[in-house]
């Protein structure tokens, strides 16, 4: 094909004179990543611009313009108008895109700039499958590649990106020789096939389709456990007669390989052995690419590396073997951190938390943790408090084990009841896939509870268990999938010789209305119980209440339960709740979130409907950053609660709050 205003060559003709302008257009595609770099131990520097809810502060981030810069205004303009097709170029080329930026330093550099876009727009056309263009760019009124590159412009100089799309071609006759047999991961619908990506007779032939079709032909044969399977060159003919193009794709697998060698770089104070076991990978299983992902995730899951990679050998060893290279960074041993999150019925709360990653080179961390909540009096005997100490041992018994000790002491005070509680908990945490962990712990504590049915000291052993299942896209900001949590804590309280569990299962699901996950419809429900002793003989913390956040919003935390004759909420032995939310992305960083909650606890050890559910209704607004949303809101209690709180050792009325504001990080649920 000719640049300029020449027109595309007609009748049948092979598009390998086509295809490296296109392959180089998805080179440079390709590189147009963003890269952030920290940088430790540079020397201190003026304060910098940033940007926060679009304003900035500390100066300007604008980029001095060269007194030499060539300036532009540029216009597009596509034969037969397509609307599509203009965004997509306009899209494609870096002068359009960039004409409110910083102009080309010098008027060689804007005509050189100038002189790439034609691949660009080339490979734009053909993802759009118009293998008929004609593409012209003029500057000044002259045709770009007449003018000299020392030439002298005006300032703006007028550009005019003159495109004529030609027609929409569609996939003709379809070959694609030496696919991998048949596997079932092949009839999994998300698995990519080149027919499930539009491969077919008849479709639009969009250049992006034959490319992900050959990877996908390729990623087919590394599943089954050939790494080096690799595309032969394409045949790719246009017939623009018919207005159709013929693809034939071809794959060489190579040879079938296991795991061998494994070596590890990087490491100072980590057990280069450890790191290679916890990888879960073993010489001599068939080499899968899922594992080596896989493997990756659980080198991260340590919290240890900063950077975690694992790099296939160049070539297959005459035993099939195929060493792995571990590179990995370490991050610093020691690390801090603090929160905090605020509600107008809840008031202020305060935790931080100290930990060292690594104690004996196998990524045991010691995490010490601190938090101060309910703070929204200067009483500070009206606080909840809570300290504690925690050790974890990962790859205790095989790389997917982790053992947990514990040793926590907290103080609660909420309206229904006040606690003292000093715990002492071992247990074990085990990855039985991506989707599926489990826990198990014993557990002996000691409690000193006050609330309306008066004082009581309990000794608690308990044997917590919980089983979690998650499918979403994400931890932070699911979009699709969805989680269940179950939990089951058998115990046996000493003071009263009481032998009971206490069960929890909570679920939430996640569906995006559209592909970019703007708008999502997010549910959750949890439903609880508590068997084999009353009410009035167990800890205030393992009965149940609803309302607060992460509960019913727009009513006081934890003010929702059964009625004693007197009107005072006390603790239920069952609880069912529940929530909807639409997350609605108004930009990339802005978010409004409509929502209703509902719930109650109950006295009966199955939720009996002996309390009427309470709803709450509220809108939310949505920050997101790097670390998670920053969440603000606002709820109504639909229904007003009469309530009493026990304050210096007298009885108060605390009703339902007008309005109830909410503020955290992180989506509610």
């Given at each position: 094909?000719?640049?300029?205003?020449?027109?595309?060559?007609?009748?049948?003709?092979?598009?390998?004179?086509?295809?490296?302008?296109?392959?180089?257009?998805?080179?440079?595609?390709?590189?147009?990543?963003?890269?952030?770099?920290?940088?430790?131990?540079?020397?201190?520097?003026?304060?910098?611009?940033?940007?926060?809810?679009?304003?900035?502060?500390?100066?300007?981030?604008?980029?001095?313009?060269?007194?030499?810069?060539?300036?532009?205004?540029?216009?597009?303009?596509?034969a037969g108008g397509d609307k599509d097709i203009k965004s997509a170029v306009e899209g494609a080329s870096s002068l359009y895109s960039g004409k409110d930026e910083t102009p080309p330093p010098s008027t060689p550099a804007f005509l050189s700039k100038a002189r790439t876009e034609?691949?660009?727009?080339?490979?734009?056309?053909?993802?759009?499958?118009?293998?008929?263009?004609?593409?012209?760019?003029?500057?000044?009124?002259?045709?770009?590649?007449?003018?000299?590159?020392?030439?002298?412009?005006?300032?703006?100089?007028?550009?005019?990106?003159?495109?004529?799309?030609?027609?929409?071609?569609?996939?003709?006759?379809?070959?694609?020789?030496?696919?991998?047999?048949?596997?079932?991961?092949?009839?999994?619908?998300?698995?990519?096939?080149?027919?499930?990506?539009?491969?077919?007779?008849?479709?639009?032939?969009?250049?992006?389709?034959?490319?992900?079709?050959?990877?996908?032909?390729?990623?087919?044969?590394?599943?089954?456990?050939?790494?080096?399977?690799?595309?032969?060159?394409?045949?790719?003919?246009?017939?623009?007669?018919?207005?159709?193009?013929?693809?034939?794709?071809?794959?060489?697998?190579?040879?079938?390989?296991?795991?061998?060698?494994?070596?590890?770089?990087?490491?100072?104070?980590?057990?280069?052995?450890?790191?290679?076991?916890?990888?879960?990978?073993?010489?001599?299983?068939?080499?899968?690419?899922?594992?080596?992902?896989?493997?990756?995730?659980?080198?991260?899951?340590?919290?240890?590396?900063?950077?975690?990679?694992?790099?296939?050998?160049?070539?297959?060893?005459?035993?099939?073997?195929?060493?792995?290279?571990?590179?990995?960074?370490?991050?610093?041993?020691?690390?801090?951190?603090?929160?905090?999150?605020?509600?107008?019925?809840?008031?202020?709360?305060?935790?931080?938390?100290?930990?060292?990653?690594?104690?004996?080179?196998?990524?045991?961390?010691?995490?010490?943790?601190?938090?101060?909540?309910?703070?929204?009096?200067?009483?500070?005997?009206?606080?909840?408090?809570?300290?504690?100490?925690?050790?974890?041992?990962?790859?205790?018994?095989?790389?997917?084990?982790?053992?947990?000790?514990?040793?926590?002491?907290?103080?609660?005070?909420?309206?229904?009841?006040?606690?003292?509680?000093?715990?002492?908990?071992?247990?074990?945490?085990?990855?039985?896939?991506?989707?599926?962990?489990?826990?198990?712990?014993?557990?002996?504590?000691?409690?000193?509870?006050?609330?309306?049915?008066?004082?009581?000291?309990?000794?608690?052993?308990?044997?917590?268990?919980?089983?979690?299942?998650?499918?979403?896209?994400?931890?932070?900001?699911?979009?699709?999938?969805?989680?269940?949590?179950?939990?089951?804590?058998?115990?046996?309280?000493?003071?009263?010789?009481?032998?009971?569990?206490?069960?929890?299962?909570?679920?939430?699901?996640?569906?995006?209305?559209?592909?970019?996950?703007?708008?999502?419809?997010?549910?959750?429900?949890?439903?609880?119980?508590?068997?084999?002793?009353?009410?009035?003989?167990?800890?205030?913390?393992?009965?149940?209440?609803?309302?607060?956040?992460?509960?019913?919003?727009?009513?006081?935390?934890?003010?929702?339960?059964?009625?004693?004759?007197?009107?005072?909420?006390?603790?239920?032995?069952?609880?069912?709740?529940?929530?909807?939310?639409?997350?609605?992305?108004?930009?990339?960083?802005?978010?409004?979130?409509?929502?209703?909650?509902?719930?109650?606890?109950?006295?009966?050890?199955?939720?009996?409907?002996?309390?009427?559910?309470?709803?709450?209704?509220?809108?939310?607004?949505?920050?997101?950053?790097?670390?998670?949303?920053?969440?603000?809101?606002?709820?109504?209690?639909?229904?007003?609660?009469?309530?009493?709180?026990?304050?210096?050792?007298?009885?108060?009325?605390?009703?339902?709050?007008?309005?109830?504001?909410?503020?955290?990080?992180?989506?509610?649920?």
């Open positions: 094909m000719a640049w300029g205003d020449r027109q595309a060559m007609r009748g049948l003709s092979r598009l390998e004179s086509l295809m490296p302008a296109r392959q180089r257009l998805a080179k440079g595609l390709a590189l147009s990543v963003a890269v952030m770099a920290l940088i430790a131990g540079a020397k201190p520097q003026p304060a910098a611009a940033f940007k926060l809810f679009g304003y900035n502060f500390f100066g300007s981030d604008e980029k001095p313009v060269s007194p030499d810069a060539q300036t532009y205004k540029i216009e597009v303009v596509i034609y691949d660009r727009i080339l490979g734009t056309l053909y993802a759009n499958a118009r293998y008929g263009a004609s593409i012209s760019i003029l500057v000044n009124g002259r045709k770009l590649e007449e003018i000299p590159v020392d030439a002298t412009l005006p300032h703006p100089v007028p550009v005019v990106i003159n495109v004529n799309p030609g027609p929409v071609f569609t996939f003709g006759r379809i070959r694609l020789e030496n696919r991998a047999p048949h596997s079932p991961i092949d009839d999994i619908p998300k698995t990519k096939t080149p027919e499930r990506l539009g491969l077919e007779p008849g479709h639009q032939a969009n250049s992006d389709i034959v490319l992900s079709a050959e990877q996908a032909m390729i990623d087919a044969w590394r599943r089954q456990g050939y790494p080096k399977a690799k595309a032969l060159p394409r045949v790719i003919t246009a017939d623009h007669v018919n207005n159709r193009l013929d693809v034939s794709l071809a794959v060489e697998p190579g040879r079938l390989a296991h795991y061998g060698r494994m070596t590890v770089d990087g490491t100072k104070d980590m057990n280069p052995a450890f790191v290679a076991r916890q990888t879960g990978l073993r010489p001599g299983d068939q080499y899968d690419p899922a594992e080596i992902e896989l493997a990756k995730r659980r080198l991260q899951r340590l919290q240890v590396f900063s950077t975690t990679s694992i790099v296939e050998g160049d070539a297959i060893a005459a035993d099939s073997t195929m060493p792995l290279m571990i590179t990995v960074s370490e991050r610093p041993l020691h690390v801090f951190g603090a929160g905090a999150e605020y509600s107008t019925t809840d008031g202020i709360g305060l935790n931080g938390y100290w930990e060292h990653r690594n104690l004996f080179g196998e990524a045991e961390r010691l995490r010490f943790d601190a938090t101060v909540a309910g703070v929204d009096s200067t009483d500070p005997t009206k606080f909840t408090y809570s300290g504690g100490v925690t050790f974890i041992k990962p790859g205790i018994f095989d790389p997917f084990t982790d053992l947990t000790a514990q040793l926590l002491a907290k103080r609660e005070v909420y309206d229904p009841y006040s606690q003292n509680t000093f715990r002492a908990r071992i247990g074990l945490a085990h990855e039985f896939s991506e989707q599926l962990t489990g826990k198990i712990a014993l557990n002996g504590e000691y409690d000193q509870v006050e609330d309306f049915y008066g004082k009581r000291n309990l000794v608690l052993f308990s044997l917590p268990g919980e089983l979690a299942y998650d499918t979403t896209d994400d931890k932070l900001e699911p979009t699709r999938g969805y989680r269940l949590k179950g939990t089951l804590e058998p115990f046996y309280e000493a003071k009263f010789g009481n032998f009971g569990a206490v069960t929890r299962i909570d679920g939430s699901a996640y569906f995006s209305f559209d592909a970019m996950g703007r708008y999502v419809l997010a549910g959750r429900v949890a439903v609880g119980s508590i068997v084999g002793a009353p009410a009035n003989e167990l800890p205030g913390d393992r009965m149940f209440y609803a309302g607060g956040g992460g509960s019913v919003r727009g009513y006081n935390f934890r003010s929702l339960g059964p009625k004693l004759d007197n009107g005072f909420v006390v603790g239920g032995r069952s609880l069912l709740e529940g929530s909807l939310e639409m997350r609605i992305k108004v930009t990339d960083s802005i978010g409004i979130v409509p929502f209703v909650d509902a719930g109650s606890a109950f006295s009966s050890a199955y939720p009996s409907f002996d309390e009427d559910m309470k709803i709450g209704a509220g809108v939310g607004l949505r920050y997101y950053t790097s670390l998670g949303a920053i969440r603000v809101d606002i709820a109504r209690g639909l229904t007003p609660v009469k309530g009493f709180v026990i304050e210096d050792g007298k009885v108060k009325k605390k009703n339902t709050p007008p309005f109830a504001l909410y503020i955290g990080l992180g989506e509610s649920f």
